[in-house]
């Protein structure tokens, strides 16, 4: 196989899953003539989808599974309920149980018809209505759903600060205040160096229950302390916040208010190590 | 051999869509859980997945732009799937130093999925079919969702890419290495049909 077929290949495979352009599949199709390597891939590549499609289990999700999501639609028309994680507040620390597991059980009845207008309006004033602040929220929440991915998590996995700290020396040039609220319920469990704003930017991972908060800090250039400003993307709640000469952001899908409590607890602590 | 492009598949069309939660979201419902049962490779918290995915949903559905409201919704899925595996792994101690990395830079996931050994799939299915379903459940998590978004629930590489926040490239090398892998796991079994 030359060079040629190696670089083929991402090609011939867009070309089986009906990716390419007229032009592009047909450039493939006139390699494939001249070429029995690829075209012996290509038939690979065939077959191989179609078993695919054929004999891997699709799963359908379980009719109690329909009723439970039915009956939250149906409890949720008349008024909107607390957002999942004040429901988590009883929750068992060790495995991740679903606030649904916890909820008195539902009226099954007739399945009450989502009506339509109502029920909109009351999701709608869940939402928050929020100016936009540019990119940098956006660039900072998916930052933080990427840091959700395997692999990418955390570089340095601790839960001593005194760990975490002098991890950053030499990797920064400058040091982020690194605290541990593991009394107050949201411990440090690592951190990790990230490119945010084109800058090199630290973030401290801590944890409250089963979610994850990812707080970001750079200098800032010395603006001026300013309080928290938070808004939400793609359903993720963000806070953020200077002070000290940095710039701080807590991401997470965490409630509101308690990522306002995470925060809160960092503003006081933050200027007094 | 002539390949025809599955043109009944019609790729990449999104067509702007409004209407309440319940006509645009619960349809999609069997695509939900099948991704996060693929993603969790557990029933129950597959369930508690698509339940927390509902009700994130719910709440910000009011930020729905009137996109493809399947790929907006399994986005908001593996979101929450990804979120409660990132939880469960900091209980191990997996840092990206010890993880290796793939010629292209990406770090490859250190889990070892555990195979889907559901008493339904092993009785209705031959034994071939449950070595595929073994094969597929074996493969890091960030193929394996690529390839069941991709050849279960036919999305583009576009919306694919849109919806895992990588480049098509990146989607590209997945599936292929995915593919790899798969078909090398079916040569070694003996059961290439
Ligand atoms: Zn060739």
């Known amino acids: ?273 | 051999m002539k390949w025809r492009p599955p043109s009944e598949r019609e790729r990449g069309v999104s067509v702007p869509v409004a209407g309440t939660f319940e006509q645009l979201i619960t349809p999609h419902l069997d695509a939900a859980y099948n991704l996060a049962r693929w993603l969790m490779q557990d029933a129950t918290t597959a369930e508690d997945v698509v339940h927390d995915a509902v009700l994130r949903a719910l709440t910000y559905f009011g930020s729905y732009k009137g996109s493809d409201p399947r790929a907006w919704f399994l986005r908001i899925v593996r979101n929450v799937a990804y979120g409660v595996l990132a939880a469960r792994r900091r209980f191990g101690t997996i840092s990206l130093d010890d993880a290796g990395q793939t010629p292209d830079g990406e770090p490859i996931a250190m889990e070892i999925a555990d195979p889907a050994d559901d008493p339904e799939v092993t009785l209705c299915r031959s034994e071939g079919f449950v070595r595929l379903d073994h094969a597929l459940a074996a493969l890091p998590a960030e193929l394996r969702e690529c390839l069941v978004l991709h050849e279960l629930e036919e999305f583009s590489y576009k919306e694919v890419a849109h919806m895992t926040g990588v480049p098509i490239g990146t989607v590209m090398s997945r599936l292929w290495r995915a593919r790899q892998v798969l078909m090398r796991s079916q040569d070694e079994e003996g059961t290439v049909r």
């Not at chain 1, 077929?5 to 090609?11: G, I």
């Not at chain 1, 590549?45 to 891997?56: H, K, P, T």
């Not at chain 1, 909109?120 to 929440?141: E, I, K, M, Y």
């Not at chain 1, 950053?168 to 605290?179: E, I, M, S, T, W």
């Open chain 1, 1 to 273: 196989m030359n060079m040629d077929c190696v670089e083929m290949r991402l090609l011939v495979q867009a070309n089986v899953d009906g990716e390419l352009p007229a032009a592009s599949a047909a450039r493939v199709e006139a390699h494939l003539e001249g070429c029995p390597e690829c075209a012996a891939l290509q038939a690979q590549l065939i077959s191989f989808s179609a078993r695919m499609r054929q004999e891997v289990t699709c799963y359908s999700a379980p009719e109690h599974l329909r009723a439970a999501v039915r009956a939250r639609l149906a409890a949720m028309a008349p008024t909107p309920e607390e957002g999942p994680e004040t429901a988590n507040d009883n929750m068992p620390n060790d495995r991740y149980v679903s606030w649904w597991r916890r909820l008195p059980r539902p009226r099954l009845g007739p399945a009450a018809p989502f009506g339509a207008g109502f029920a909109l309006a009351a999701c709608l004033a869940l939402v928050f209505v929020l100016p936009h602040t540019g990119s940098l929220p956006d660039a900072v929440v998916s930052d933080h759903i990427r840091a959700l991915e395997p692999g990418h998590l955390m570089d340095v996995v601790s839960t001593d600060q005194h760990a975490v700290k002098p991890w950053f020396d030499g990797r920064l040039d400058f040091a982020p205040p690194v605290k541990d609220f593991k009394a107050q319920g949201f411990p440090l469990v690592g951190g990790r160096l990230d490119y945010l704003d084109d800058k090199k930017v630290a973030a401290l991972i801590y944890q409250r229950r089963q979610h994850l908060i990812d707080l970001y800090v750079w200098p800032d250039g010395g603006h001026l302390d300013h309080g928290p400003t938070e808004g939400s993307r793609s359903g993720y709640n963000f806070r953020h916040w200077s002070q000290d000469g940095m710039a701080f952001w807590a991401v997470s899908d965490l409630a509101p208010d308690q990522l306002a409590e995470f925060v809160a607890l960092l503003r006081d602590g933050a200027s007094s190590p």
